[in-house]
């Protein structure tokens, strides 16, 4: 891979992401996290139904993750990630989804330059980038598990209803199809030298991105290293009940002429190694099987040790 600082572009969306911004932080200051604007929950939801906004959720979480090690740094990431209480109207909103809308509107709608002013204020290790210009809604085919329920396939609109949505997610889609992508999110990915996706909800979070025509275009086109970090457990109301394999399998479905070079999974989270090594082989990739989870047990990817992991893959030591 060469190179002291690999420039990284890391995708997807909530925990994961910022997981994931975590881990790669500790290898390169080049770094680009392009997030989904699907959310339609919460204060995100609220924001994006009463403005013309992107949902801020996810590109908050990014920033803080992000955000700098310096005191200042730190003591404005805990209040991009407040939570305001009380009763009324803005209790339950983020103050950095306020900040964001606030500033987003002071820059005349640009978002992105909003982004890099609340990163620079942050003193934020990388740049985080939405995944479309406008919202997106998804749209899902959820088939049931109930033998006696008549109506055995639904489709189901938006990110909340999905995750609450009783049953298995065999299909999704954007809308619209083919939004309009930031050239700085294309300039990012054509000068990377590796991308990540995952981990996260595999639905609604990782394969997204890869629905949307000018992003897999781009991925198809790039030479950079494409690294998949594995979830370590189903998620919810997504993926019930799905093997490490058939995560991949369902990303592999997605990919779209988008080459696939490394798969990271957790090696206490693989109860079958070998079909899992076929199925990484089948997408023609190199298996990694790193310990990547919190030590306590919880199903959580624990930053210095996925760390670790990723810098064995770039061949950063």
Do not use: K
């Amino acid at each position: 891979m060469g190179g002291e600082h690999p420039r990284v572009v890391a995708f997807g969306g909530g925990h994961g992401l910022a997981a994931a911004l975590g881990a790669w932080r500790r290898i390169t200051t080049e770094l680009t996290a392009v997030v989904t604007v699907a959310d339609d929950g919460g204060s995100s939801g609220r924001i994006r139904r009463e403005m013309p906004m992107l949902p801020p959720g996810d590109l908050r979480m990014a920033l803080a993750a992000l955000s700098g090690d310096t005191r200042q740094g730190q003591e404005l990431a805990a209040l991009l990630q407040h939570r305001l209480g009380g009763s009324g109207v803005l209790a339950g909103h983020p103050v950095g989804n306020l900040m964001l809308t606030g500033l987003t509107e002071m820059r005349g709608g640009d978002i992105t330059r909003a982004l890099d002013d609340l990163g620079e204020l942050l003193g934020c290790c990388g740049r985080v980038l939405p995944m479309a210009d406008v919202p997106l809604d998804l749209v899902a085919r959820v088939e049931s598990t109930d033998p006696d329920d008549p109506e055995r396939s639904r489709t189901i609109r938006g990110q909340v209803a999905i995750a609450a949505t009783p049953g298995h997610v065999r299909d999704i889609l954007l809308s619209p199809p083919d939004p309009p992508v930031h050239p700085a999110v294309l300039e990012a990915i054509a000068a990377a030298d590796v991308v990540s996706l995952g981990p996260g909800s595999w639905y609604t979070s990782v394969l997204p991105h890869l629905l949307v025509p000018r992003l897999r275009a781009a991925l198809a086109a790039s030479e950079a290293r494409v690294v998949v970090v594995l979830n370590l457990v189903p998620q919810p109301g997504e993926t019930d009940g799905f093997s490490p394999e058939e995560h991949l399998s369902v990303l592999q479905s997605h990919l779209g002429g988008v080459a696939l070079h490394t798969v990271i999974a957790d090696a206490d989270s693989v109860v079958d190694r070998r079909g899992l090594l076929s199925a990484v082989r089948e997408c023609g990739a190199e298996l990694v099987l790193a310990p990547v989870a919190e030590l306590d047990g919880a199903p959580r990817h624990d930053p210095v040790r996925l760390s670790a992991a990723l810098a064995s893959v770039v061949g950063v030591r």
